[in-house]
DNA sequence: CAGAGCCTTCAAAAGTTTTTGAAACTTCAT
DNA sequence: ATGAAGTTTCAAAAACTTTTGAAGGCTCTG
C-alpha cells in the first residue's frame, strides 16, 4: 500500500491525535478516526474510513458506535444514498464538556463513595489514637474528591477551573 | 488470607485511589502503593506493602522506583535499620503540578511537532480548495494544541485554568 | 420477495501491558 | 572475606485489551 502525501499527512495527524485521545482513556482508534472526518470536513461512508485508516469493518463498526455515544460523531442521512454516513463534531468545546460531564464525574462519584465506605469501616474497627489519626487522613482524601467534583462542576459551566479557592487543601 | 477490617477499608481505599490514577494513565499499583504509605501516615518498609498489597517483591521495587521518579513518594533512612524505608509525598498540589508538568506538557509538544509536520506535507501535496481548506482545518487542531499548552502553563503558576480566553477556538 | 449491499456482533487471534519469581547484585555485620 | 538481608533486574507467564473476519441481520431495490 502507497500512499499519497496527502493521505501520509492526514494519518500522521489522526495518529497524533489519536495519543491524545489515548491519553485520556479512549482506544487509539477513536482520536483517528475523529481525525479523518474533522479533516475532511464532510461526511464520510464507513467503508471510505476503513480503507484510509487499514482497519477492518468490525473494528470501524464499534469505533463509530462509540464516537457516536460520546457525542464527537454523527451519522448523516444522504438522500439517495443506501449506506450510511458520518460527520466530526467541529466544536471542541462541545467535545470536550460532553466527555468531562459523562466520565470524569462518573469516576470522581465511584471514587467519593468508596472512600467513604472505606472510613464507615475504619471507624468501626476501632478508635485507638492510630485509627482516629487513619480517619483523619482518609477525610483529607474525601475532602480532595469532593473539591474534584465541585471543580468539575464550575468547569461546566463557567470554561474556567480555579484551584485556588482549595488553598488550605492543596 | 483473611483480613481484619481495618486492612480491608484500607485496600477499599487504595483500590479506590488505584482507579483514579489508572486513569491518568498510571498503573494501578501506583496509586494503591501510595494510598497506603499515605494513610500509613509513617514511612514504611518494602516488605510490609508487599504484604498489605499482595505483589511480588519485584513488582513492589519497580512500583516504589516510579513513584519515587515522579516525586510522589520518598525514601528515607532510618538511623538502625538496614532497609529502605518509603514515605508519602501528602501535598497534594505538588504532586498535580509534578505530573501535569512533566507528562502533559510533553505531550502537548509532541503532538504540536506533529500536526505541524503534518501541515508542511500537506501544504506541498498541492493547492486545490480542498487542500486548501484541509489545511486550515489542521490550523484549527494545532490552534487547540497551542492553547493547551498555554492553559497548562498558566494552571501551573496560579493553579487556574481558564479556557474562556480561547472562547473563539471552543 | 429475492438478492445485493451494508451494518453489527462476537468468538478467536493478535497485540500490549503488568506481574511474577529467580538470579544477580549491593550492603552491612561479623 | 563470608554470609545474611535487602533490593534490583529481566525473561517468561499471566492478564488484559484491541482487532479481525466470518456469520447473521436488516433494509432497500428491482
Known amino acids: 500500500m502507497d500512499l499519497t502525501p496527502a493521505r501520509e499527512a492526514e494519518l500522521l495527524a489522526a495518529d497524533a491525535i489519536g495519543d491524545v485521545i489515548e491519553h485520556w482513556g479512549f482506544r487509539k482508534a ?4 475523529w481525525t479523518v472526518l474533522y479533516l475532511a470536513g464532510e461526511a464520510l461512508p464507513a467503508q471510505v474510513l476503513t ?6 469493518t468490525g473494528a470501524m ?5 462509540e464516537l457516536q455515544r460520546w457525542g464527537v460523531v454523527r451519522k448523516v442521512w444522504r438522500p439517495g444514498e443506501r449506506r450510511d454516513f458520518f460527520e466530526a463534531e467541529t466544536d471542541f468545546w462541545k467535545m470536550i464538556s460532553k466527555v468531562v460531564q459523562e466520565r470524569e464525574r462518573f469516576l470522581a462519584g465511584s471514587v467519593r463513595e468508596r472512600l467513604e465506605r472505606a472510613r464507615a469501616l475504619l471507624r468501626q474497627s476501632g478508635s485507638t489514637a492510630e485509627v482516629r489519626a487513619k480517619v ?14 465541585s471543580v468539575i462542576g ?3 459551566s463557567s470554561q474556567r477551573a480555579d484551584f485556588r479557592e482549595f488553598g488550605d487543601l492543596l
Open 30 to 33: 477513536l482520536g483517528r478516526t
Open 51 to 56: 480503507e484510509r485508516l487499514s482497519v477492518s
Open 61 to 65: 463498526s464499534m469505533t463509530l458506535t
Open 136 to 149: 483523619e487522613r482518609l477525610g483529607r482524601l474525601l475532602s480532595f474528591a469532593a473539591m474534584a467534583e
Open 154 to 156: 464550575g468547569f461546566l
